[in-house]
C-alpha cells in the first residue's frame, strides 16, 4: 500500500508516512484491517461485558450500602464534583502528552468499580480475622494498595507505548486513586445522609471529597511515579525491579498512616473535638507532605523531559529541521502552553498542528536519548524512524505557518 499524498511505500500497523508525515487513514487498506479485527474482538466483547457486570456489582452495593434513592443520588452527585476537580487536577500535571481518554477512563474505572469492589470483600475479611482496628489500620492500606497497583501493572503491560515515565506513572496512579475515592465517598456521604440528613451529608461532604478527597490519588501516585520511573529506564539497571516495589511500600506506609492517625487522634483528642479541626491536622501533617513530595517530582520529571529535548534537538537546528526559535520553545513549559493557547484562536486544526508539532519533536528528541543510552525503544518509536518524524515537523509546520496575503498584481485592473 502506499501514502495517499506522496505515494510512498507504506507498511500495515503504520500510522503516519515515513517520507511526507501525512496520517495514514484507517480506510486505506480494508483487506488488512478486516484481517485484524476478528483478534481484537472478543478482547472488545470481553472488557464490555465485564464492565457491565461490574458496574451491576457495585450499584447493587452502593444500593444494598444507602437504600434510600434520594440518598444514593444526592450522594453520587456530590461526590462527583470534587473528583472531576481533583481529576482535572492531575491530568494538567502532564500538560506535555497528553494522555489517552480509553487509559484515562480505564484507570479511573478500576479505581471506581474493581479495586473498590474487591477492596469491600477483602476489608470485610480481614475485619473478622484481624478485628476491626487492624482492618483499618493495616490491613485495608495494604489491600487497597495492592489492588490499585495491580492497575498500574495492567495499562503498563497493555499499554507499553503509552506508558513510558514518571509523569506518565503519577497522572495514572493518580486517576486510579480519585476512581477509588469517588466510590469510597458515595459510602461515606450516603450513611452520613442516612444518620442525619441533609446537614449530615453537608458536613461529610466538606471533610471528605472536599478536604481530603485527593488522599488516594497521592497514596497511588506515589506507586505510579515509582513504576513510571523504572518504565523510563527502558530495560536498562536491576533498579526498574527495586523502585516499584519501594513506591508501592511507600504508598501502603502513607496509606497506614492516615488510617492509623485517624484513629489515634480520634482516641487522644476525644469525640468533643471538632471534626474539621482533628481533619485538618490529619491533612497538615501527612497530605501535605505528600502533595509537595509528588509536585517536586513532577517538576523534576519535566525539567528532565525539557533538558533532553533542548540536547537531543540542539543537532536538528543546525540540520535545518528546526529553527532556534522553534528549537527554544521546545524546551521552555510556559511558552508552549502560550503557542498552544494561540494556536487555539487560529482554530481547532491549527491547534491539532500546535500539538503534533510538539508530540513529534518530543518523540525525535527521546528516540535519539534512547539510542544515545543503549535504551530500548517504544512501540511508535521503533515503527517511526527519524525522518518520519522529521518529516510530521515539516507538514505541522505548514499547517501553522500564518495565511498569505492576497497578491494584488493578480488583481484584474
Known sequence: MHCPRCDAPVRVGDHICARCGVALPASLTPAEASCHSPSRAPVTIGLGVLTIVLLACNALALAASVPDPVGLLLSLGAACVPAAFYSALVLSVDRYEREPWSMVLGAFGWGALVATLFAGIFNSINAVLLGELFAVTLGAPLIEETLKGIALLGLLVMFRAEFDNVLDGLVYGALIGMGFELTEDVL??????????????????????????????????????????????????????????????LAVLQHALWNTGAVLLAISLGEGFPAPARLGLQALALLVPATLLLYAVSRAARARESRIIREQLGGEVTGGVLTAQEHALLSNTAARRRALADAGQRGPAVRRAQRQFFQAAAELAFRKHHLAHGEKLKGGQTRTPEDGYRAQIAAARETLAPPRPADPSRDGG
Open 188 to 249: 461515606y456521604l450516603g450513611g452520613a445522609y442516612l444518620e442525619r440528613g441533609l446537614a449530615g451529608l453537608g458536613e461529610e461532604w466538606l471533610l471528605r471529597p472536599v478536604l481530603t478527597g485527593a488522599a488516594h490519588a497521592l497514596f497511588t501516585g506515589t506507586t505510579g511515579a515509582a513504576v513510571g520511573w523504572a518504565q523510563g529506564r527502558h530495560g536498562v539497571g536491576v533498579l526498574r525491579f527495586v523502585v516499584p516495589v519501594a513506591g508501592w511500600a
